[in-house]
């Protein structure tokens, strides 16, 4: 996919690099208790992998890549949704909703919590030891959502080229002004905004105000 490359010194890049080495190495241990514990739920709640069989993810530069989560639907819950026939106005409301449902019959109960929180997501840090991600960064899109969604927002266009040209972040500044209740033409606003506007300092405040958005549930689904 194409991209508009917004340029950051060598310095920026090469700060934020280490910082999500060492965040990401640092907490990868310090969550390896929960880690344990939510793979251990997982396995009792329902059947199914560990972690979630996703379709890949546009990363920087638009190549995808597979993203590490915790499961927290049903197994086969992407193919479901997408083929099976019972399923088809439930896509086309996923569709319709920026590729977000509310009321998801595929999560599971002990999902609920995990999404909830954001428990699910915390394999990605994973992801960002292996230059995939970041710890800020705009949101992984899938392909094919960002394919209907520019359809559905023409305008929208160079924001997801100026978007594609950073690595995804695991939090960042949609997520925490309000995440999965703001649509896709603003969530995508905010994050070209981010990549424009992006710098250290920028990054920590985000990754400060991320604790409280996990903890208090807000706009997840």
């Known amino acids: 996919m194409p ?13 934020k690099r280490m910082m999500d080495i060492i965040f990401s190495s640092t907490l990868l241990i310090l969550f390896f208790p929960i880690i344990l514990i939510v793979a251990l739920a997982i396995k009792l709640d329902s059947k199914g992998p560990t972690f979630a069989d ?3 993810r546009v990363g920087k530069g ?6 590490y989560k915790f499961r927290s639907m049903i197994e086969n819950a992407h193919e479901i949704l997408r083929e099976n026939p019972k399923f088809a106005k439930l896509y086309s409301e996923y569709k319709k909703g920026s590729y977000k449902l509310k009321d998801d019959p595929r999560v599971t109960r002990v999902g609920h919590f995990l999404r909830k929180h954001s428990l699910d997501e915390v394999p990605q840090f994973l992801n960002v030891v292996k230059g995939e991600m970041s710890l800020v960064g705009p949101r992984a899109y899938y392909p094919d959502e960002l394919r209907e969604q520019q359809k559905k927002y023409p305008h929208t266009r160079d924001d997801v080229k100026v978007v594609l040209s950073v690595r995804p972040g695991i939090t960042g500044y949609w997520q925490v002004s309000g995440r999965s209740e703001i649509n896709f033409d603003k969530r995508i606003e905010m994050d070209a905004a981010y990549v424009e506007k992006r710098s250290i300092l920028y990054d920590l405040v985000i990754i400060l105000k991320t604790p409280w958005a996990m903890v208090s549930g807000k706009g997840a689904l």
């Open 54 to 56: 996703t379709p890949e």
């Open 3 to 15: 991209y508009i490359e917004i340029k950051k010194s060598f310095y920026y890049e090469f700060a």
């Open 62 to 67: 638009g190549k995808p890549f597979k993203m």
